[in-house]
């Protein structure tokens, strides 16, 4: 009995602490653009200047979500047109740099995890009780330019959240974790800046 009792508080106490950081892939939109803008854009090789990563994971990091932001545009239908480098931009077309100057995700055991799972005899883990937090500070700046340089707006926004998640969530197994809450960041930024006048009447 009192091996048992070892082997089940054992069990109850393999949830350690993570970082990670979330770099998608974030999919494409669940819905087009309310109003599709009607001109081409360029999107310019996204910026990566959080602190907590090695030069090399920056880069590959900046690689994968200016890949993954293009397709995001494209698909989101918020320009008439996507303008792929070494194509020359048209007069009225505009260019997108995005920078993400914070991606940090963390898992942490939930407080109530250990005491809950043991005083309901596991109980706790099936009706899906939470087993971690995930935590969250993600964020972001969209400079819109047209051709010339000139910056037609510029928006930033900001994601930080504690999320609960239990044994039969599908983050709890997730290898890319913070995806769905990339990709909001990504959303609301596209939205703010092709909502501001100078871009949208352009």
């Given at each position: 009995?009192?091996?048992?009792?070892?082997?089940?508080?054992?069990?109850?106490?393999?949830?350690?602490?993570?970082?990670?950081?979330?770099?998608?892939?974030?999919?494409?939109?669940?819905?087009?653009?309310?109003?599709?803008?009607?001109?081409?854009?360029?999107?310019?090789?996204?910026?990566?200047?959080?602190?907590?990563?090695?030069?090399?994971?920056?880069?590959?990091?900046?690689?994968?979500?200016?890949?993954?932001?293009?397709?995001?545009?494209?698909?989101?239908?918020?320009?008439?047109?996507?303008?792929?480098?070494?194509?020359?931009?048209?007069?009225?077309?505009v260019v997108l740099k995005f920078t993400f100057s914070s991606l940090k995700g963390k898992r942490t055991p939930h407080p109530g995890y250990f005491p809950g799972a043991l005083l309901t005899l596991t109980m706790w883990i099936w009706v899906n009780g939470p087993i971690y937090v995930d935590t969250y500070d993600l964020a972001g700046e969209l400079v819109v330019e047209d051709r010339s340089g000139k910056r037609l707006a510029q928006v930033n926004d900001q994601i930080k959240l504690d999320k609960n998640i239990g044994l039969f969530d599908g983050e709890y197994v997730a290898v890319n974790l913070g995806t769905a809450e990339l990709r909001q960041l990504v959303s609301q930024l596209l939205t703010r800046a092709t909502q501001t006048p100078q871009v949208a009447a352009k």
């Amino acid at each position: 009995m009192l091996r048992t009792f070892a082997l089940l508080l054992a069990a109850l106490s393999l949830t350690g602490c993570i970082s990670f950081t979330p770099q998608g892939p974030i999919g494409l939109p669940e819905n087009v653009a309310d109003n599709t803008i009607g001109h081409g854009a360029q999107i310019a090789d996204v910026a990566v200047t959080a602190p907590n990563l090695k030069d090399d994971v920056r880069l590959n990091v900046s690689r994968q979500l200016t890949e993954q932001i293009t397709r995001y545009v494209e698909h989101g239908e918020y320009f008439q047109k996507l303008v792929v480098f070494p194509t020359k931009l048209d007069e009225q077309d505009v260019v997108l740099k995005f920078t993400f100057s914070s991606l940090k995700g963390k898992r942490t055991p939930h407080p109530g995890y250990f005491p809950g799972a043991l005083l309901t005899l596991t109980m706790w883990i099936w009706v899906n009780g939470p087993i971690y937090v995930d935590t969250y500070d993600l964020a972001g700046e969209l400079v819109v330019e047209d051709r010339s340089g000139k910056r037609l707006a510029q928006v930033n926004d900001q994601i930080k959240l504690d999320k609960n998640i239990g044994l039969f969530d599908g983050e709890y197994v997730a290898v890319n974790l913070g995806t769905a809450e990339l990709r909001q960041l990504v959303s609301q930024l596209l939205t703010r800046a092709t909502q501001t006048p100078q871009v949208a009447a352009k």
